[in-house]
């Protein structure tokens, strides 16, 4: 079963450090990480930071957050969302400036080579094949706690990460030829990744109306998946059963392991759930129940049957 199973974020006396969960960890995810977060009033994220090759994905659960940025202050309500793709030198981090406990869902990629560095400091954390560690811009060890001075960042710090779900592209309908395609009626998404700039993954909220379905089950050959509901009652549907999840809940689903997958609302209210997945170059993706995979390559999607002979949809 995929369905995760995190420990409590816990609070107050006797649990000053339960503050996060790694849930790609936790469901055996290797591409990016997607991470549970718990700030008290007070607390902050980390420290101002971009990263030079991962991409990052922030959507607030519970509370105000503060996103605090080199290009500005953003307020962000639950709902909200904030996206900084790899290479932007737009500091960021998020504050709980509130009275109130902040939750929040970060997703990040994981690159081998990546640097973060750290805004207006001569402080950055390498990742190397020798070793990961903390540096100063020019290479030289540094010791975690040490002091390190300002340092000049660039000036064009890019636009803000806080998006604008106004400004979300909205996708209906779906690839799949027929008659496959006319089964995904009331299924909508808001493309979050698409808005926000980033590449190694995507970002979308899934919106079910009841009777909706989110896919054909179905598995990856390349691409890891990560899924966060964030709204009414699903089910999860895997080779292993049909498994009920509501908001809060969520699933990883590693890529290469041949568990078709998909989510159905079968209660009589809207659904949604957040859904994180690599983009590979090329992919390979198999469906479960019927007679048919995917090959998807530079946006191009080409359906063949399971033995190799091209898909010719029925007349």
């Not at 995760?4 to 591409?31: C, E, F, I, K, N």
């Not at 969302?81 to 790899?86: H, L, S, Y």
């Not at 500091?91 to 997703?107: K, P, T, Y």
């Not at 995979?293 to 190799?308: E, N, P, Q, R, W």
Request: glycine share 12%; hydrophobic share 35%; with cysteine.
């Amino acid at each position: 079963m995929s369905k995760l199973s995190p420990p409590a974020l816990s609070y107050g006396p006797g649990h000053p450090h339960d503050t996060a969960v790694a849930l790609g960890d936790l469901g055996g995810l290797t591409q990016f990480g997607v991470r549970l977060q718990r700030l008290l009033p007070g607390q902050a994220s980390s420290m101002r930071h971009w990263h030079d090759r991962e991409d990052e994905f922030v959507l607030i659960l519970e509370g105000t957050a503060t996103l605090t940025e080199d290009s500005g202050v953003t307020l962000l309500q639950a709902g909200d969302t904030a996206a900084f793709p790899a290479g932007r030198a737009n500091g960021h981090c998020l504050e709980n400036r509130s009275d109130a406990v902040l939750r929040l869902l970060v997703a990040g990629w994981r690159d081998p080579q990546d640097i973060c560095r750290y805004s207006g400091r001569d402080r950055q954390y390498r990742k190397s094949p020798d070793g990961d560690g903390y540096t100063r811009r020019d290479g030289q060890s540094l010791h975690e706690d040490d002091d390190t001075g300002s340092y000049p960042d660039p000036h064009d710090h890019g636009p803000s990460g806080a998006l604008d779900r106004a400004n979300v592209p909205l996708k209906t309908g779906s690839i799949y030829p027929a008659p496959y395609g006319a089964m995904m009626a009331g299924r909508t998404s808001l493309r979050f990744g698409e808005a926000g700039g980033l590449t190694q993954f995507g970002a979308n909220l899934v919106m079910l109306d009841p009777g909706a379905r989110s896919s054909l089950r179905h598995w990856h050959q390349h691409e890891d998946e990560f899924a966060y509901v964030t709204e009414g009652q699903l089910h999860l549907l895997e080779d292993g059963g049909d498994t009920k999840i509501q908001a809060g809940d969520c699933a990883a689903f590693p890529a290469g392991v041949a568990n078709g997958h998909c989510f159905e609302n079968r209660s009589s209210d809207p659904a949604a759930f957040l859904v994180i997945g690599s983009r590979a170059r090329v992919e390979f993706a198999t469906y479960s129940d019927i007679d048919l995979t995917v090959a998807l390559s530079a946006g191009t999607a080409v359906f063949t049957h399971k033995d190799g002979r091209p898909y010719v949809p029925p007349l």
